[in-house]
């Protein structure tokens, strides 16, 4: 009797976003080498994204000068198929470069910032669902402050926030739809900010699943205090 065959599982790759210098948290160094609970940031959030047994393949994006370091820093680890490639001037540019070194056989390809290393399992297996069911996906939480539209000192207006949420990553497509919505961006524009945006402006509709306020990124003091103290909360408990 012939076993019926189950189904392949996706092919998934990531790019991770390191190539910033992270002058906001005036630490002298790129902000994902610094340590958090004793493990650099940068390796917490390669190690969160290979959680999912559907990432099958890593580039992270450096700056050339940071070679040394994160080598350093993912001495070790037993990551399927990472490899570093060197990144761009601005953010667009360095997930260009990622982007260009991925397996050929990704069926979805994340996008992650470095900065991010304390991505809930349960937000990246959403996201990974819902970029293969739907083309292309991002995390999102909604947001709880009331917002002002300010100019020259003033507050102009009191913006509704009912249909707002602010984007986290990582942020998933399809390859195919990723390289052409960079192509169609035009090249005397504002950078974009995320990939969403270079989806939206494509055309792609872009799914949304519930993100996590754990899921930060570390861009101030304040936030790798937060970080600290919530690695300690959480490994404490184990």
């Known amino acids: 009797m012939t076993l019926p065959q ?3 599982p996706a092919f998934v790759a990531a790019i991770v976003v390191a190539a910033g ?3 906001r948290l ?9 340590p958090l609970a004793r493990r650099p940031i940068l390796r917490r959030s390669v190690d969160a994204l290979c959680a999912d047994p559907r990432v099958m393949s890593v580039r992270v994006v450096i700056r050339p000068e940071d070679e040394a370091d994160v080598t350093q ?4 680890g037993r990551w399927p198929d990472l490899r570093c490639v060197h990144g761009g001037k601005e953010r667009a540019d360095s997930v260009r470069h990622g982007l260009d070194a991925v ?10 910032d470095a900065a991010r290393p304390l991505l809930p399992a349960t937000v990246l297996s959403a996201v990974i669902d819902a970029g293969l069911a739907h083309g292309a996906a991002i995390p999102a939480v909604p947001i709880a402050d009331t917002l002002k539209r300010v100019r020259d000192g ?4 009191t913006v ?3 249909e707002l949420a602010a984007a986290q990553t990582p942020q998933a497509a399809k390859p195919e739809l990723l390289r052409a919505a960079y192509a169609q961006w035009p090249a005397d ?3 974009p900010t995320d990939e969403a945006q270079l989806l939206e402006r494509a055309g792609v509709r872009v799914a949304v699943v519930a993100g996590d306020a754990t899921n930060l990124k570390i861009t101030t003091a304040a936030d790798l205090a937060l970080a600290e103290f919530l690695c300690g909360r959480t490994e404490g408990s184990t």
């Open 103 to 112: 397996d050929p056989r990704a069926q979805l390809v994340l996008v992650h």
């Open 6 to 8: 189950r189904d392949a």
């Open 160 to 162: 509704d926030r009912s």
């Open 73 to 76: 820093a993912l001495s070790g």
């Open 154 to 157: 003033i507050v102009r207006e």
């Open 26 to 34: 005036g630490a002298g160094i790129n902000k994902v080498l610094l």
């Open 21 to 23: 210098s992270g002058r």
């Open 189 to 191: 524009g504002p950078p």
